[in-house]
């Protein structure tokens, strides 16, 4: 084998070690407020932030934003996200992370007849990495909780 031929062998290896990070997740992700009435997501009043943090090993700023789903479960629905990204870096730890928006409408319907549910926020999508795409990646995940209003008198309201 020549050494040119070796050398190139190399280099595709590398590359090809970039889609076995899929598996687990990359990143953090953190949903805020991790807590939200019932009657605020009923009604859609204002967004829910999603902020995928960066670190020393990935950079949150080389997802392809097009690419991202924001899915949660119990039921498995795929959040509108808002046009308007920002980047900056919301942890202070000199790494630019990614910062999305979605309606907290979006969550209606989650509750049913619970007093409260959590809902897990996922994040997928993909990464472009020296003009390299790679295949979908679950970038990570949070928790937030939907809970019934509260009525007049303190008691959830139904």
Request: net charge neutral; proline share 3%; charged share 25%.
């Amino acid at each position: 084998m020549s050494d040119k031929l070796s050398r190139r062998r190399q280099e595709s290896s590398v590359h090809l070690s970039f889609d076995t990070l899929e598996p687990r997740q990359l990143l953090s992700v953190s949903v805020s407020p991790h807590q939200m009435s019932h009657r605020t997501v009923a009604h859609g009043h204002g967004r829910a932030t999603v902020r995928i943090l960066s670190d020393a090993s990935v950079d949150a700023t080389t997802i392809d934003v097009p690419s991202l789903k924001v899915i949660a479960t119990p039921d498995g629905r795929h959040l509108k996200l808002d046009s308007t990204v920002e980047v900056g870096d919301v942890n202070r730890d000199g790494h630019t992370d990614l910062i999305v928006r979605f309606r907290r409408s979006e969550l209606a319907g989650l509750l049913g007849s619970a007093h409260a549910v959590d809902v897990v926020i996922d994040v997928q999508g993909t990464r472009t990495v020296h003009g390299l795409t790679s295949n979908v990646i679950d970038f990570g995940h949070d928790t937030l909780s939907i809970v019934a209003g509260r009525g007049r008198h303190g008691h959830a309201a139904s």
